[in-house]
């Protein structure tokens, strides 16, 4: 039916580009509920570990969950650390369903054993999201840790026994996992479970593993193909600088950080999304006077990021409008600027620029709360000269 | 063309539009068909017990606390449309009453129709059981 005259339908702007302007609430948004952690994986966002002594107590994780529920947020992603450590998880988990605010929660399955998983069985609006890096042992545990693998297994058996229903199996796409692909399906098959991949950043002790993990520019290729085969499969939107390959994968495929989504850290800190624990990139905090509402819609940087964005560097590619420049945090922490193609640019746009980066220059994440401080993580005593953009050289084994 | 709904279901990230709706947020995925849940607007409906509505500058969000669907309502119209069903003894007649009241020009009607009938299929709107009789 063509636009009536009176229609007005040409004067509204396309719902991207209102998502891009921001709203007054974001639609879901990332909560790390604590550094604390069993596990150290090498890839670690959040650079966990260590429990930090400011984080917010259960009252305050409370009055966060009120105000989400005043904003009608829908639901909430929780993550860690490991979240599952907190000693009033379920707590929290039943007080915010109790208001209306669902949880989809990340773990690495070591604390849910029979009874966890019959309890997360009986409560309502709850997803959870088992972590798993590798379809074997050997892949996994290079990343995870020796034995995350048997106790991510021994998890998912657990919810199944309990019939919990589609838990969510949730995979962190590197170069060593991404020719385990079909062996993630048929594991996630094999519990009925959902298969969720997601694109490794440079952000946390991601950087440092980096250069080894992220996957090539013809794995990507794969993956793309993959992901538009199977619609199915669930990436929260990670993948959506491959969207430049040609048909748009599934999605909305925007950056939606400090517009649509945002992360509350452990010790109550708002930053534009999950990937950019740096204060660059922090917005306030949900201790400050106004909480978390007032961060969300007066912060300056999220003002500012729902700005136009200049495409740079991109402005001349026939991709921008597809991929739209790609993952915010993947530029900061490889030390591009902004406005520059995306480091995994599926056309190689980046590659001059990366080359280019000294070493030196890049970001630091400090040394976050990592169990072993990274006393070698400052490129100023880096003893290992690389060409690549890396800070220091670690070797992920396998043995 | 209108640009009314589009679907995000929430877990997989995927954005569906309604059927007389222009992509304009992504690929069209697969959607449930409205013709086989049998969307009658001659019946009543109105908005599931499951279903939140958040208001938007462009319209609202909704969602389903049940299937973890998230539905963009993109214009104010539609959003007062569907919560004016529960007010109608059919779908018909809340059409009829928006059209009545200028809330849209009356050639939208179709487009209004397939917009509901899209919402029903989402499950954001449901029949009320039939009345035992």
Known sequence: MPPSPGSTTAAAPRLVEQLKSGLDAPICLTWELTYACNLECVHCLSSSGRRD???????????????????????VNIGGGEPMVRRDFFELLDYSVSRGVGVK???????????????????????????????????NDAVRGVGSYDAARRAMDHLAAAGFGPFKISVVVTRQNIPQLPAFEAIADSYGAQLRLTRLRPSGRGADVWNDLHPTN???????????????????????????????????????????????????????CPFVLHDEFRAGSVRDRGGFTSVWRESELFVGLREPQSPGACASCGSYD?????????????????????????WGNADDALAAVDPASLPSSGPGHSKIPKADARPAVSTNVTLKPTRHRVVVSSS | ?????????????????????????????????????????????????????RPEPFGALAYHYGNRRLVFLKRNALVALVRSLGDHPTVD????????????????????????????????????AREET
């Open chain 1, 322 to 346: 597809a991929c739209g420049g790609g993952c915010m945090a993947a530029k900061f922490f490889t030390g591009l600027p902004l406005d520059a193609p995306d480091p995994e640019c599926v």
């Open chain 2, 93 to 128: 007649a809340a059409l009829d009453a928006a059209i009545a009241t200028g809330a849209f020009d009356a050639r939208q009607r179709s487009s209004y129709l397939k917009a509901l009938a899209s919402l029903a299929a989402s499950e954001v709107l449901c029949a009320p």
């Open chain 1, 53 to 75: 002594p400011r984080e917010l107590t259960t009252a305050e994780c409370k009055a966060v969950i009120d105000e989400l529920h005043d904003l009608q947020v829908f639901y």
């Open chain 1, 105 to 139: 929660f990340s773990t690495n399955g070591y604390f849910i054993d029979a009874e966890k998983a019959r309890r997360l069985t009986a409560t309502d609006y709850i997803d959870v999201q088992i972590s798993l890096d590798g379809a074997d042992a050997a892949t």
């Open chain 1, 218 to 272: 013809a794995q990507q290729r794969d993956l793309y193909r993959f992901l538009i085969e199977r619609p199915g499969i669930l990436t929260g939107d990670s993948f959506f600088h491959l969207s430049a390959l040609g048909e748009s994968l599934p999605g909305l495929n925007l950056c939606g950080a400090g517009r649509v989504v945002c992360l509350i850290d452990p010790i109550g800190d708002v930053y534009a």
């Open chain 2, 1 to 53: 063309m209108r640009r009314l709904l589009s679907t995000l279901e929430v877990e997989t990230s995927r954005v569906v539009d309604g059927p007389d709706d222009d992509l304009d947020a992504g690929p069209v995925g697969d959607h449930p068909g409205t013709a086989d849940i049998g969307f009658d607007p001659a019946r009543p409906y109105a908005l599931h017990p499951q279903v939140a509505l």
